[in-house]
T-cell receptor, first 113, second 112 residues
Framework: EPEVTQTPSHQVTQMGQEVILRCVPI?????FYWYRQILGQKVEFLVS????????KSEIFDDQFSVERPDGSNFTLKIRSTKLEDSAMYFC???????????FGPGTRLTVL | AQSVTQLDSHVSVSEGTPVLLRCNYS??????LFWYVQHPNKGLQLLLK??????LVKGINGFEAEFKKSETSFHLTKPSAHMSDAAEYFC??????????FGTGTRLKVLA
C-alpha cells in the first residue's frame, strides 16, 4: 500500500540554523500539506500546496518558512532560521484530486537547542 | 469558521468493554469529519470519514462513528476494546478548503 514517507525521523539543530524537512508524498497525489504538533498541544495546519504554489497558509507560516517541490517526488519544508519554539513534530500529508482525505507521514521530530 | 472539541483528554476502558470517544464540531459549511489514530512513534492513520453519504460510518478495526447534525457531534465507538487500541485519537473537520482542523486528541488507555 502506498504511503507518505518523511526524513529524517529526528533532527536536532542549533537555534538560528536552517533546516530542511523532507517528504515523499504518495505518487499520484496532487495536494500536499505540512502540519506541526508542539509537545502537549494540538496538531496545527501550516501550509497547503497545489499546482506548484501555496494554496493556503496559516499565521504560523511566516517568512521564516518556505515549501518547495524540487522534483516530481519530494516536497520540502524549510525553516530559514530556527527558533526554540519551532521544536515540534512536523507531519507531511498528501491528498488526491477531488478528495479532502489526507494521508500522513510518520513525522519528523525537530529539536531546536 | 470550523472548530472541533474533543470532550475527554484521557479515556480508560477495560479490555472487552465498549469504547466511546466524544467529538463535537462547529462548521459554517457542510463539513467532512474524520477520525485518525496515532500509535506511539507512528504517523496518523485514517480510521474513518464522514462526507454526508450516510450518518453511521464504519471504519477500520471495528470502529464506527455516528454523525448527528442536531447535536453537532461525531462520536467514535467500538463495541469491544482490544489492547492494541491503546493510542491517541484525533477528530478532524474540514470545510470550504481542504485544510484540516484538529481536535486536541483523546488518549485511550486499555486495561487488561
Amino acid at each position: 500500500e502506498p504511503e507518505v514517507t518523511q526524513t529524517p525521523s529526528h533532527q536536532v539543530t542549533q537555534m538560528g540554523q536552517e533546516v530542511i524537512l523532507r517528504c515523499v508524498p504518495i505518487s499520484n497525489h496532487l495536494y500536499f500539506y505540512w502540519y506541526r504538533q508542539i509537545l502537549g498541544q494540538k496538531v496545527e495546519f501550516l501550509v497547503s500546496f497545489y499546482n506548484n504554489e501555496i494554496s493556503e497558509k496559516s499565521e504560523i507560516f511566516d517568512d521564516q518558512f518556505s515549501v518547495e517541490r524540487p522534483d516530481g517526488s519530494n516536497f520540502t519544508l524549510k525553516i530559514r532560521s530556527t527558533k526554540l519554539e519551532d521544536s515540534a513534530m512536523y507531519f507531511c500529508a498528501s491528498g488526491g484530486y477531488f478528495t479532502d482525505t489526507q494521508y500522513f507521514g510518520p513525522g519528523t521530530r525537530l529539536t531546536v537547542l | 469558521a470550523q472548530s472541533v472539541t474533543q470532550l475527554d483528554s484521557h479515556v480508560s476502558v477495560s479490555e472487552g468493554t465498549p469504547v466511546l470517544l466524544r467529538c463535537n464540531y462547529s462548521s459554517s459549511y457542510s463539513p467532512s469529519l474524520f477520525w485518525y489514530v496515532q500509535h506511539p512513534n507512528k504517523g496518523l492513520q485514517l480510521l474513518l470519514k464522514y462526507t454526508s453519504a450516510a450518518t453511521l460510518v464504519k471504519g477500520i478495526n471495528g470502529f464506527e462513528a455516528e454523525f448527528k447534525k442536531s447535536e453537532t457531534s461525531f462520536h467514535l465507538t467500538k463495541p469491544s476494546a482490544h489492547m492494541s487500541d491503546a493510542a491517541e485519537y484525533f477528530c478532524v473537520v474540514t470545510g470550504r478548503t481542504y485544510k484540516y482542523i484538529f481536535g486536541t486528541g483523546t488518549r485511550l488507555k486499555v486495561l487488561a
